[in-house]
């Protein structure tokens, strides 16, 4: 073994249906994990339900059933869900599991007699869809400021973890350890949170209010806070206080995945809760972005939630987790669109991908089927080999660096690169002029690449993958990446091809369901039956005032591949580092003109993929008849002064 690693997912409440949210989180981890294995980890990957609180009892109770039952039917939905996607974690957890509970009631026990949880009167303000307590300072508008929903006032007596007193030293672990909450920007919002006296921690509800959960071992009339519960399961799975050598060999975790929704309680709670348990931090606690319908949070009282179920059977499985990973730069919060989904598939998948593939296999067996051994190179390998190479030292660097965007993007560009030496070398017209020593040459490095490229894409596509390099002649012998990065990898020569049905044949648009629009979205489109006169829409001063103008300085131009209309560019807007920008300016500028400039930009526009390419921004620009000329300002105006 070369490491260990062990990912985490939240366990998911079992108040609902899984929705593409949870799909992701655990298709994210799941790839991860599979990367880890391939490289030869010791890799562990843990994932599960949340099964008390308030908001399961009230599920419950809307059925008609015990809340136990209520968990039972609805965990169903998690596991057949993780089924499909073909998750493969190595553990489940269910927090109504008596080895979560005993190790909780353990714990609890332990603090309390540690004098770290004690009792007291509490007056606050509580939302049950957080089921959190506020202050009155807190709320905004007088409602939760998480979720914007109603909170009730409530007085009663509860237990207190004392978290304040770990609020120093949780600022000076996350300032000395700058790998502990990432990205980097969630960490100074979790130090922008800090900067107000923390307080303790109410970790009890009384039975007479709620009765679903966790009884309290020192107080019967109590029960443990949902949260509190919830978040010892990613130590209570792995061995602690049960079995010391399993819990050394996994923990700490390597990386625990979040949404960003649920950042407060993983870079606060769980850290001090770990502090005064005396148990070491996780290494990692990511938290991503939410997956959005247009621009819009997904949300089921909008009706605009994606069915991950009804997508996977559009595109199929591998197609669908592909999307996914592809489409969302980590972090940040992406949009899931119909046309979206069917540009990947059709464009990066079926004309890319699978054209390659089905190029080599047909053109192998019309040369007997066997993958040659090659002739002499030609030169035109030159730059297909040399992606190939970029992809995999690529996908290593971007899987450290949680940029698995852009690592799906430099083998989607290796891809490329295959078929653009496939049309270079034209291999059926060297079989037509009987060329065989130029036909072998492209015919194995078509083949022994395009085996290397479908072992970095397996982790995300495990089943087409696999077809991929069988129908290449690996048998059951499927390469690792721990092989690529060894060299190890056998040559492909002499295997025989197999043929096989397009990996990923065309969808026409007609054929995929539109994603859902929001409710609100329905009704406008109703109204637009009717003729409307026009009119411009005036915004209110407030509204305008939420655009963030900023100066840039353009530190870095080139075309997108595959793009005539896109400029790839890196501008500094007064920040720690350049950020990426893709603009529709390649026809008016080139990288060489654009260089240099100050230009005005929307410094804070939702980020966005645009062709595999990461942009947080956009640039302003005046069009006129054919013409279009950059916004600039006059004078020498420093990068990131505000535009007002």
Request: charged content about 25%; glycine content about 8%; proline content about 5%.
């Amino acid at each position: 073994m070369s490491g260990k690693f062990y990912v985490t997912t939240p366990i998911y409440y079992v108040n609902d249906r899984p929705h593409i949210g949870h799909a992701y989180t655990t298709t994210l981890a799941d790839v991860l994990a599979s990367f880890h294995r391939s490289m030869g980890d010791d890799t562990y990957f843990l994932t599960g339900t949340d099964e008390h609180g308030q908001k399961v009892e009230n599920a419950a109770a809307k059925h008609g059933i015990s809340p136990q039952q209520h968990a039972d039917e609805t965990v169903v939905r998690f596991k057949e869900l993780w089924q499909q996607l073909g998750i493969t974690n190595d553990d489940f957890i269910r927090t109504t599991e008596d080895r979560h509970k005993d190790v909780v009631k353990e714990i609890l026990q332990d603090l309390y007699d540690r004098g770290e949880i004690y009792k007291k009167d509490y007056t606050g303000w509580y939302c049950v869809g957080d089921e959190r307590f506020f202050t009155e300072k807190d709320l905004v508008d007088g409602k939760c400021p998480e979720c914007g929903r109603e909170v009730t006032a409530l007085k009663e007596s509860n237990y207190f973890f004392r978290m304040s007193k770990y609020q120093e030293w949780l600022i000076d672990y996350i300032q000395t350890h700058p790998d502990f909450i990432q990205p980097a920007f969630r960490a100074n919002e979790t130090l922008g949170f800090l900067k107000q006296p923390l307080a303790d921690l109410c970790i009890s509800r009384p039975k007479s209010r709620l009765s679903w959960g966790i009884e309290l071992p020192f107080d019967s009339d109590y029960v443990c806070y949902v949260w509190f519960d919830a978040l010892i399961n990613y130590i209570s799975a792995v061995g602690y206080r049960r079995d010391d050598a399993a819990f050394a060999r996994r923990w700490p975790a390597s990386c625990q995945l979040i949404g960003k929704d649920i950042l407060t309680t993983h870079s606060v709670y769980w850290p001090t809760m770990l502090k005064a348990m005396n148990v070491e931090m996780p290494k990692t606690i990511f938290a991503h972005g939410w997956w959005l319908t247009g621009n819009t949070k997904m949300s089921k009282s909008l009706g605009n939630v994606v069915n991950p179920m009804e997508m996977i059977g559009i595109v199929g499985v591998d197609a669908f987790r592909y999307f996914l990973m592809a489409e969302m730069t980590l972090g940040n919060d992406a949009s899931f669109t119909r046309e979206a989904l069917m540009r990947r598939y059709n464009s990066d998948l079926a004309n890319d991908l699978g054209n390659l593939l089905s190029r080599v296999v047909k053109l192998t067996l019309r040369a007997g089927g066997i993958i040659p051994a090659p002739g002499e190179p030609t030169g035109n390998e030159e730059e297909f080999n040399a992606a190939v190479e970029s992809a995999v030292k690529g996908m290593r660097n971007c899987l450290e660096e949680m940029k698995l965007d852009q690592g799906i993007a430099a083998v989607l560009s290796a891809v490329r690169a295959g078929n653009r030496y496939v049309e270079q070398c034209a291999p059926w017209a060297l079989a037509k002029n009987n060329d065989i020593a130029h036909l072998n040459t492209v015919l194995y490095t078509v083949a022994a690449n395009l085996r290397k490229l479908a072992v970095l894409l397996a982790p995300v596509m495990p089943g087409k993958m696999a077809e991929l390099q069988k129908a290449l002649g690996s048998g059951d012998e499927l390469l690792t990446i721990g092989d690529l990065l060894s060299g190890n990898c056998p040559d492909p020569a002499g295997r025989t091809v197999q043929e096989v049905a397009p990996l990923f044949p065309r969808i026409q648009e007609e054929e995929a369901p539109a994603a859902p629009a929001p409710k609100a979205e329905k009704k406008e489109k109703a109204k637009a039956a009717a003729p409307a006169p026009e009119a411009v829409e005036l915004v209110t001063i407030d509204q305008f005032c939420k655009v963030k103008l900023k100066t840039a300085r353009v530190v870095a131009a080139e075309k997108l591949e595959g793009a005539d209309k896109l400029l790839k560019l890196k501008i500094d807007i007064g920040e720690a580092e350049p950020r990426p920008l893709v603009a529709g300016v390649a026809k008016y500028y080139t990288p060489e003109e654009i260089m240099g400039k100050t230009i005005v930009v929307v410094s804070n526009l939702q980020p966005a993929t645009i062709r595999g390419a990461e942009s947080r921004g956009m640039l302003l620009a005046a069009k006129f008849g054919k013409e279009l000329r950059l916004v600039t300002v006059d004078g020498d105006v420093p990068a990131g002064a505000d535009i007002g």
